[in-house]
């Protein structure tokens, strides 16, 4: 069974940054795709970004390219998501997930992790 554990996330302020952590544990880990998703009070789960087994294709969603990179390290069995001039509105649960391709729906991942908490004050 395939686990992953979120950490990093926080209470900034406006234009701050985090760092956020994914370790995955039950599964070849290079094998498979990792993408990042988040969800608000009252809406639903949204793409944030994703990466391919080997880090050499990534996407972002609109609303964070240019300040979100996501990235792996595969001997760690880790995917990062460094975010960058964070605004109120990213404030929401992130969650990370594998599957076996880099799709950008919630329907291409196979497993989650519990997510962890950003906070971005205005």
């Known amino acids: 069974q395939v686990q992953l554990v979120e950490s990093g996330g926080g209470l900034v302020q406006a234009g701050g940054s985090l760092r956020l952590s994914c370790a995955a544990s039950?599964?070849?880990?290079?094998?498979?795709?990792m993408g990042w998703f988040r969800q608000a009070p009252g809406k639903e789960r949204e793409f944030v970004a994703t990466?391919?087994?080997?880090?050499?294709?990534?996407y972002y969603a609109d609303s964070v390219k240019g300040r979100f990179t996501i990235s792996r390290d595969n001997a760690k069995n880790t995917v990062y998501l460094q975010m960058n001039s964070l605004k109120p509105e990213d404030t929401a649960v992130y969650y990370c997930?594998?599957?076996?391709?880099?799709?950008?729906?919630?329907?291409?991942?196979?497993?989650w992790g519990q997510g962890t908490q950003v906070t971005v004050s205005s």
């Open positions: 039950g599964r070849t880990f290079s094998s498979y795709a």
């Open positions: 990466i391919s087994s080997s880090g050499d294709i990534t």
């Open positions: 997930a594998i599957g076996r391709l880099p799709w950008t729906t919630v329907t291409g991942y196979n497993y």
